[in-house]
């Protein structure tokens, strides 16, 4: 017969381990019916965010892009969508895997060939493209890039993502025009296994995954980092989200954008800490 004392144990040992479960990353891809472009697009939107969504879509493989949710304890925001250059399933943890990827053997993105270096080309792609009229000028969402080329590829393979705004690219470096990238976010280039030496670029801005030390795949990710783009207001404009891998089809890069962040920069600012989580340490 169980002791009381361990009945007990049990019950908060069930509690933690319920706990623990509720926490963990979880990803769905879209599917065509509930989850699908405008889902996603919608889900965007943040309380009187004063921006009308007229429309969206999606060019891409379906598993590649979807939702996600329990995202706190390993990327910093708790629900969203991802873009992927592969599958959403292979950011999962645990990091098991030295080059996690799949092949979709699809085109890249020239908007994102403009990104790389001279002579790079994407692979992989996956675009959102949003129609959206806003009553503001300005407009602001929180994201997070994370890839599996990090450590072993920095400075050698350069996958990158956009955040384009009536095509000018917004997703850059806090205060600098330096685009969100692989080569451009890291604390330098290592082995696996390895902690990598540093200093690297905008090491401050970079979560090391590789030892592990999050239940994800991603050998390495940004911190929450905030998209901020001035818009036409009253009329049309268009939003497109894309990411692909670079010079080759291995090792995922994903983004992951807040849910219920879009909105006019100056109210993001000050609604931002109700929707995202401490930053990780």
């Not at 699908?36 to 969206?56: E, H, R, V, Y």
């Not at 129609?131 to 890839?147: D, E, K, L, M, N």
């Not at 590829?153 to 990238?181: C, H, K, Q």
Request: overall charge negative; charged content about 10%.
């Amino acid at each position: 017969m169980i002791s009381f004392l361990g009945r007990v144990a049990a019950g908060v040992g069930l509690q933690l381990l319920a706990g623990l479960a509720h926490a963990q990353l979880s990803v769905a891809p879209i599917n065509g019916t509930t989850i699908t472009p405008s889902t996603l697009a919608q889900s965007l939107l943040g309380q009187n965010s004063q921006i009308t969504i007229t429309g969206s879509s999606y060019v891409g493989a379906n598993v590649a892009t979807g939702t996600f949710g329990g995202g706190t304890g390993t990327i910093g925001i708790e629900t969203g969508f991802l873009l992927t250059s592969g599958s959403v399933l292979s950011v999962l943890g645990p990091n098991n895997n030295g080059l996690a990827g799949v092949d979709l053997g699809l085109d890249g993105d020239t908007d994102l060939d403009a990104l790389v270096p001279e002579g790079s080309l994407t692979r992989d792609a996956s675009v959102l493209t949003i129609t959206f009229v806003p009553a503001v000028s300005t407009i602001q969402f929180s994201y997070v890039f994370g890839s599996e080329e990090y450590n072993d590829y920095v400075n050698e393979i350069n996958d990158v993502f956009g955040l384009f705004v009536n095509g000018v690219n917004w997703a850059v470096i806090p205060r600098s025009s330096t685009p969100v990238a692989i080569n451009n976010i890291n604390c330098g280039n290592s082995g696996r296994g390895t902690p990598p030496p540093g200093p690297g670029k905008n090491c401050n801005l970079y979560v090391n995954n590789d030892p592990p030390t999050r239940n994800i795949q991603l050998d390495g990710l940004t911190r929450a980092l905030s998209f901020t783009a001035p818009v036409n207001p009253n009329v049309p404009n268009t939003l497109k989200i894309a990411i692909a891998d670079t010079s080759d089809y291995d090792g995922d890069s994903a983004v992951f954008i807040a849910a219920g962040t879009l909105c006019e920069a100056a109210r993001a600012r000050s609604g931002r800490a109700a929707r995202l989580r401490a930053p990780m340490r």
